[in-house]
């Protein structure tokens, strides 16, 4: 299938111009054979091939045999992350190009969009596994000395995404891809909870755009697990229109919310130690775990229990958890204002029943642990190398890391035990 850009940038009720600058997306079994005669076409002469040594077998050798001569970055997976040694090391061997081509999930297109924005050249994306939602997004998730950070970055020009390639791939990739994008159930909660207490900027179609693609993905999950062509490309479409969304709005509001700040926290490794996990994978278990909170919540709220706290700011005694001196002051710069300066209190109070509406809209997690389960990706704690004795502090801090208003920060205004 190739996507039709030009009706997402069609004028949209919420008033606002959705700017997308990805020119091609081309989501079919042997995308890739189109690489060379649209690279011709658009005048490039000196493109380079960022990949790591799986994703060259996986598809960097095949693009490297329609380019004969292309210089090829093939990086150590082994402890590979998007962080500022790999990007040094890319700086250190890529010389002179004037396109490049991220052949690979994840890490490979954060440190390419960011070498790309660097460096003011494009790139072309060329997904190997349907496994995140990134590949169109116009900002850089690093782990920059050790702190979870989100750089400014470039979107790629174009995206060719080979069916022939990324249905392939071992289940355990898409099951990530399927989590990552199950998570906007939370991320767009989020958002819509954000409009309703303090008017941030939301748009209505993109919301029901990104919901209607998860159905079809969560119909599709037999296919995914058959690793079925069409049910692949569903998986793939559903992630590309989340990084979509994000270019159309300009940050990562639509596809990242509390279920990622768990996720993010965790990587981070302040209270948690290492875990080789997938960002999916994380993300999947995040969710689960705001989806069981919302619900009580929601829970809390109808039954007419839920009152305001006595919060005075960002907890000190949490923020100190993050021990490195460095990652404490980028901690502390995060917080400053406080997000939750802009929520009036009484309003707060008022506007409770609304705020249940919108978490009700959330599946619980009792259905969210069965279509993780059905997509094959984790759900517990322990399967993400994690223990469980640390849910009550993973959602105390987690909205920390991040200056956004969720409802995981909310609550902090409110009476509500976690």
């Known amino acids: 299938m190739k996507l039709d850009l030009n009706q997402l940038k069609q004028p949209c009720s919420c008033g606002r111009p959705h700017r997308i600058s990805v020119e091609e997306i081309l989501i079919q079994p042997g995308a890739v054979r189109a690489l060379p005669g649209w690279v011709r076409e658009k005048g490039f002469h000196a ?3 960022i990949c790591d040594r799986n994703t060259y077998k996986a598809a ?151 919901l209607s693609a998860i159905g079809l993905v969560c119909e599709s999950l037999p296919g995914i697990r058959a690793g079925e062509a069409e049910a692949c490309e569903q998986l793939m479409y559903g992630l590309l229109l989340s990084g979509l969304a994000m270019q159309m709005i300009g940050n990562s509001r639509p596809a990242s919310g509390a279920e990622h700040h768990f996720s993010h926290l965790w990587e981070m490794e302040a209270i948690n130690p290492h875990t080789d996990a997938l960002h999916g994978e994380k993300v999947g278990v995040g969710l689960r775990l ?50 939750l300066d802009a929520v009036d209190r009484k309003a707060l109070l008022q506007r409770l029943p609304e705020l249940s509406g919108i978490l009700r809209q959330v599946p619980d997690e009792e259905q969210i642990v069965s279509l993780l389960r059905q997509a094959g990706a984790p759900v517990s704690m322990e399967e993400i190398g994690l223990t469980e004795d640390l849910i009550p502090l993973s959602a105390a801090l987690s909205p920390y890391v991040r200056s956004r208003l969720t409802v995981m920060r909310i609550l902090k205004l409110l009476d509500f035990t976690l």
């Open 290 to 339: 705001a989806a069981g909170i919302y619900h009580r919540l929601a829970d809390r709220i109808d039954a007419g229990g839920c009152g305001l706290s006595g919060y005075s700011g960002p907890e000190a005694a949490l923020l100190d958890r993050f021990t490195a001196p460095d990652v404490h002051r980028q901690i502390l710069e995060e917080n400053t204002p406080d997000p």
């Open 60 to 210: 960097g050798q095949t693009v490297e045999a329609l380019f004969p001569g292309i210089p090829v970055l093939c990086l150590d997976p082994e402890g590979l992350h998007a962080d500022e040694r790999a990007t040094a090391l890319i700086e250190e061997q890529l010389g002179s190009a004037d396109l490049l081509l991220a052949v690979g999930s994840g890490t490979i297109h954060d440190l390419t969009r960011f070498t790309a924005h660097k460096r003011d050249i494009p790139f072309v994306s060329v997904p190997t596994a349907p496994s995140v939602d990134g590949f169109v997004s116009t900002v850089a998730a690093m782990t920059w000395y050790g702190y979870k950070k989100t750089f400014p970055a470039r979107a790629p020009i174009a995206v060719f995404a080979d069916t022939d390639i990324f249905s392939r791939v071992p289940l355990r990739l898409s099951a990530s891809g399927f989590a990552d994008l199950l998570g906007k159930y939370t991320a767009l909660a989020d958002w819509k909870a954000a409009h309703l207490l303090t008017g941030e900027y939301l748009c209505k179609r993109l919301c029901e755009m990104e």
């Open 47 to 49: 493109p380079a091939l």
